[in-house]
């Protein structure tokens, strides 16, 4: 298994996120620290096309066995591009690997039982096991589209349910973690895979930082002591 961890250079809604300081340490070496639990620092790559971020993973004593190329690096490069590359590179090298762990840096907030639980749920006839969270609105209940005429109405059925709990459970990827088929992931788009299982996180841990807001409320989760990375 190759554990990948994605730091593109570019950042709009927090500039450089991937190295900044959350609590006194790099947001990318959450990542990093967590991998190190499961993996040999041979077998973790951290992809990035930036020599600061080159420079603060290696400070973390974990060497970048490349430079994502350009093409790779822009807002439109997918996560599938970033990881076929990668797989493209250690096959180059003789290393074949069947299974991917993909940590993505803006999750800090994993603990080492997430990681173990969602391991432990994949299979070799899956495409993925990937982390969720119940998803705070829901098309059967508060979700809307417009139809011909304008108007608003419920996303998905007749808006038969007049209580959120009695509408079907509904999830959404928390970014956090992803154990990948390489073989399906050749074969196919991410987004067009068939056979994935879910891991559900409590969605304390499944902070994803993309905005300012999200990264105040990461810092204040700690700050409070709700936050414990043990």
Not at 34 to 59: S, Y
Not at 80 to 97: C, M, P, R, S, T
Not at 160 to 177: C, F, K, L, M
Request: glycine letters at 6%; one cysteine or more; proline letters at 5%.
């Amino acid at each position: 298994m190759l554990c990948v961890i994605p730091a593109r250079g570019g950042s709009k809604g927090i500039p450089y996120k991937n190295i900044k300081e959350l609590n006194g340490k790099p947001l990318i070496a959450y990542s990093i620290d967590i991998a190190r639990h499961f993996f040999e620092d041979d077998d973790i790559c951290v992809t990035t096309d930036d020599q600061q971020i080159i420079n603060t993973v290696e400070n973390q004593g974990l060497r970048v066995p490349f430079i994502r190329p350009s093409y790779i690096a822009t807002d439109e490069a997918s996560s599938q591009d970033v990881l076929n590359h990668a797989i493209a590179f250690y096959e180059q090298k003789g290393q074949y690997y069947d299974v991917i762990l993909l940590l993505q840096p803006t999750s800090p907030f994993r603990l080492k039982r997430h990681i173990e639980e969602a391991i432990g749920l994949y299979r070799d006839d899956c495409d993925m096991v990937v982390s969720v969270k119940e998803a705070s609105a829901n098309p059967y209940y508060n979700l809307f589209e417009e139809n011909k005429f304008g108007y608003l109405q419920i996303s998905k059925g007749k808006g038969d349910y007049t209580r959120r709990q009695d509408a079907p459970v509904v999830w959404e990827y928390n970014g956090s973690i992803y154990v990948i088929n390489v073989n399906s992931l050749k074969k196919s788009a991410i987004s067009t895979f068939s056979r994935v299982i879910k891991y559900p996180m409590e969605a304390m841990y499944s902070i994803d930082i993309d905005l300012p807001l999200d990264w105040m409320i990461a810092e204040e989760l700690i700050k409070q002591g709700y936050i414990n990375l043990q």
